[in-house]
C-alpha cells in the first residue's frame, strides 16, 4: 500500500483546510486508515481513525471541529479541519493499517498563524 497525502498550508486561526490522502496498491487489505500529527517537538499522536465499516474515532481535541472521510473502495481519505488553531500546527501523516502492516504516507504541513 502506497499513500500520498496532500493539502497542507498556512491558514489563519479559525480558518479551514482539507487534507486528502491517495491510496495506492493492495488497498482491498486494509482495516482501518488515520490521520496522525506531530507538532515540534512533540510525540506523533492520533488525529482521527476510519474503519472499513465506517466507524471514526478522534481525539478529544479536534472533536466537533475535524471531520475524516474516505472515498469508496477505500481510495481517498480526507481531514476536514475547521476552526483552526495555532496549537494544530503539525506535520499531518496518513496511516492505514492491514492484518499484518502498517503503511505511513510522508507528512504534510499544517501551519496555522494567530
Not at 54 to 75: E, H, L, P
Not at 76 to 102: F, H, I, W
Request: charged share 15%.
Amino acid at each position: 500500500v502506497q499513500l500520498q497525502a496532500s493539502g497542507g498550508g498556512l491558514v489563519q486561526a479559525g480558518g479551514s483546510l482539507s487534507l486528502s490522502c491517495a491510496a495506492s496498491g493492495n488497498i482491498f487489505s486494509i482495516s482501518y486508515m488515520g490521520w496522525y500529527r506531530q507538532a515540534p517537538g512533540k510525540k506523533r499522536e492520533l488525529v482521527a481513525t476510519i474503519t472499513s465499516g465506517g466507524s471514526t474515532n478522534y481525539a478529544d481535541s479536534v472533536k466537533g471541529r475535524f471531520t475524516i472521510s474516505r472515498a469508496n473502495a477505500k481510495t481517498t481519505l480526507y481531514l476536514q479541519m475547521n476552526s483552526l488553531k495555532p496549537e494544530d500546527t503539525a506535520v499531518y501523516y496518513c496511516r492505514a493499517a492491514t492484518s499484518g502492516m502498517d503503511y505511513w504516507g510522508k507528512g504534510t504541513l499544517v501551519t496555522v498563524s494567530s
